[in-house]
C-alpha cells in the first residue's frame, strides 16, 4: 500500500525519549545569528509531571525572555533527532 502524499512523516522520536538536559536539533535544523552562526537546537529545562508539556532553552530565545513551554506533541512535531552527544564540551551551542 502506498503512503498518501499528504501523510506526515512519523518522527523518530517519542515523548519517552524526551529527557530532562537533552539537546534536540529541529527535523530541518536553521543557523541564527549575525556574525556568530549558531544552530537552532533546543535543550529540555523541565518536563511537565504528565509528560504533556516541556520547556526548552536556545539560542532563539531572547537573552531575559522566560524559556517557552509547549505541548510535547509540538516538539516532537519539530525535534529530528537527539544531538546531546554532539554538543562542545564547553557548554556552548553548535555552531554552524
Do not use: C
Amino acid at each position: 500500500m502506498n503512503a498518501s502524499p499528504t501523510a506526515s512523516k512519523p518522527s523518530a522520536l517519542t515523548a519517552a525519549d524526551l529527557k530532562v538536559d537533552h539537546v534536540y536539533s529541529a527535523e530541518r535544523p536553521r543557523t541564527i545569528g549575525g556574525f556568530d552562526r549558531l544552530i537552532d537546537d533546543r535543550q529540555i529545562v523541565w518536563i511537565s509531571d504528565d509528560s504533556l508539556r516541556v520547556q526548552y532553552d536556545s539560542p532563539t530565545v531572547p537573552f531575559g525572555r522566560k524559556y517557552p513551554i509547549v505541548d510535547a506533541e509540538r516538539f516532537l512535531r519539530w525535534a529530528g533527532a537527539d544531538v546531546t552527544n554532539l554538543m562542545p564540551e564547553n557548554g556552548d551551542w553548535r555552531r554552524a
